[in-house]
């Protein structure tokens, strides 16, 4: 698949995006004089310039360019804000996860971990002082987020009510998160109610970008339900991919392990499909399995032989296919407000989240 769109649209403006995040972060280095506070910001802004598809920027930009009908700079530093929520939010994470590598780079908290191992810290040991160090880097994040409705140069209104959305985004997300924290206990969970939590946990961020560029672009009211439609269903198609992706993909082309999931008892649309699906013998099984406390390299094979059993990289994508047209059904309603070249945007957005290998 050639996104004809997407590409050329990630070229022109994610150099622009990077450089709007640089000097953010760049700035607050600048005004301390504190030697381990300017390392700590520098490590912010490694961090968030190692990688990363930019998506949301992105869908900020294109739907207010799409909308206004011209192609516009100044909506790009207003577009960052929700990046560092979703950098925030991915530093937590990886926190909670256990995960030490992030885009194949070490995750926040661990660069830290790293640090105190090379100055021999006495009174806190090093995870504790890694993990310390990523909560307050993931608060940190978020509050610099927020400054990306401040500096610019659009209306006080519009600033605000980019605030509300941004603020909506991190509750939702905390709210997300917190269910699937609960679910990890739960041995009958449906699909509904996975798609409610991970609506919550990514499509939130995802649809509040898209809110954010169309707020400031005035769009008319009426268009915002199928906005809000379109961007929480690209938010569950992502995570739908990305269960698939955390145990079947290749971790070199996703920088993340393969085993990760499974080893955390995560509830994937994987492992709530084959729970759904199984037998109740090897349902059994498989739920022993995912509640060990310490999971062996053949315990993971093992759920991961139970997985293709049950066919359910079939039936999650199968699932996100629907979710798919759906978002296509929200888009063919939005056309009378969007330029065409921005609505070809998203349809390819919509096919590389769906098709994507990393």
């Known amino acids: 698949m050639i996104y004809i769109k997407f590409i050329p ?25 504190n ?13 968030f310039l190692a990688g990363g598809k930019r998506i949301r920027p992105l869908l900020t930009i294109a739907i207010y360019n799409g909308i206004t009908k011209k192609i516009s ?36 908290h661990y660069r830290f971990q790293l640090y105190h191992s090379k100055y021999h ?10 993990s310390s160090i990523g909560i307050i880097g993931g608060d940190t994040a978020f509050i610099m987020g927020s400054e990306a409705y401040f500096a610019n140069n659009f209306p006080r209104d519009l600033n605000l009510n980019s605030i509300r959305h941004y603020r909506q985004a991190f509750t939702d997300v905390i709210h997300g998160v917190l269910i699937e924290i609960d679910m ?9 109610e996975y798609i409610n939590m991970i609506s919550l946990k990514t499509g939130a961020l995802i649809e509040k970008s898209i809110l954010i560029g169309a707020s400031y672009a005035n769009v008319e009211k009426e268009y915002i339900p199928l906005l809000s439609t379109y961007g929480i269903h690209l938010g569950i198609i992502f995570q739908i991919i990305d269960d698939i992706l955390g145990t079947f993909g290749d971790e070199k082309v996703t920088g993340k392990p393969t085993d990760g999931d499974i080893r955390e008892g995560k509830r994937t649309c994987l ?21 060990k406390s310490e999971i062996s390299d053949e315990d993971v094979e093992e759920v991961r032989e139970l997985f293709i059993e049950a ?14 047209q759906e ?23 919509l096919k590389f989240v769906l098709e994507r290998e990393f």
């Open 121 to 130: 810290f006495k009174k806190m040991n090093a995870a504790d002082f890694g």
């Open 73 to 108: 700079d100044e909506i790009v530093h207003p577009s960052v804000g929700i990046e560092f929520l979703h950098n925030a939010t991915l530093i937590h994470d990886d926190i909670i996860d256990k995960d030490n590598y992030r885009r194949g780079k070490p995750a926040f």
């Open 271 to 291: 492992l709530i499909e084959a729970m759904n699906k199984l037998e109740a013998k090897k349902k059994d099984h498989l739920v022993s399995l995912i509640s």
């Open 327 to 349: 978002a296509e059904g929200a888009l063919e309603k939005l056309k009378p407000i969007i330029n065409d070249s921005e609505i070809e945007f998203f349809e390819n957005i």
């Open 311 to 324: 066919d359910v990289v079939t039936s999650c994508k199968n699932l996100a296919t629907k979710y798919y």
């Open 184 to 192: 990890i206990n739960q041995k009958n969970i449906s699909i509904d």
């Open 35 to 47: 030697t381990f506070l300017k390392g700590y910001y520098s490590e912010i802004k490694d961090y």
């Open 9 to 33: 649209y990630t070229k022109l403006y994610k150099p622009k995006i990077n450089a709007v995040i640089e000097s953010i972060i760049d700035q607050r280095i600048n005004s301390l004089n």
